[in-house]
């Protein structure tokens, strides 16, 4: 995989059902930590790797995530009438120029895997980023996650999927890796389990929310069966994908957040209170005297 990474895939179309009632109307991807939705931290990373191009899984419920990248024409007006240029130029400032954004819809919520095979007419034959943005991860002013993930895909021409080390009693949340190490932070990848129960996992490394991966993953999702839950799983593909081609485990430099639960998207939001120095007094006194 030798070609930079132009298009980034985010699978948003899932249910959100960890945040009712509100994802009864606000989809998980627009809830803030601080001032931005989730989805913005995750277009940000995928800009940040050199993406130009960025697809939405959707489903029919979610128009509020092609509104916020939209232009806003009745309040940028009114806050250029009334000379409020760093608003809008925040407001303005969600998507740089030179991106675009393509809307897919998945029909049904059949799994995770569908939802990537949803991109293929938009992505095609060439290597790919897919990013969960309920996981938000973090890296300050250094390079983001994706990045480091499309810099190693293209100097090892390997797909790469980002893996963190999990307590061993949560191995069962999460699609683990059995994996050789090749290099301080990178392993190639002999095996994937999807969910396996503690005793039986081969390792502790679980697959979080950020893969690069080539086109050719479409034509194995196609050939993939439903596994558990009658869900079509990304994890499956990328099994298949091991027999043909080297895939990396990464353990990326940053801090993940798991913002697909309450107490994940509590902590990230400390987290980037804690990271911005008008709001970080304030935070630190109060989470002292919390009770
Ligand atoms: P989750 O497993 O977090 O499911 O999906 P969910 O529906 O979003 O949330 P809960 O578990 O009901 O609270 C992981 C990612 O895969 C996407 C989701 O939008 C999320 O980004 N996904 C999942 C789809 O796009 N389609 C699916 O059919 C399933």
Redesign the pocket.
Known sequence: MSKRLRKVV???????????PA?KVVA??MLPVLDRPLIQYAVDEAVDAGADTLVF???RYKHAIADYFDKAYELESKLAQSGKNDLLAMVQGTLPKHVRCVFVT?P?????G???L?AKPVVGDEPFGVV????LIWNGKGPGALRQMAELADAQHAGVIAVEEVPRDQTNKYGIVDASPVSERAAKVKLVVEKPKPEVAPSNLAIV?RYVLPGRIFELLEKTTPGAGG??QLTDAIEALLGEQSVLAYRFEGTRFDC??KLGLVKATLAMALADPALAPATREFIADVR
């Open positions: 985010f699978p948003v179309a899932g249910l959100g059902t960890r945040f009712l994802t998980k991807e899984v959707t489903n998945q049904e919520a059949l799994g995770l569908h939802a990537v949803c969960l943005p309920d996981d929310g869900e079509i697909g639960n």
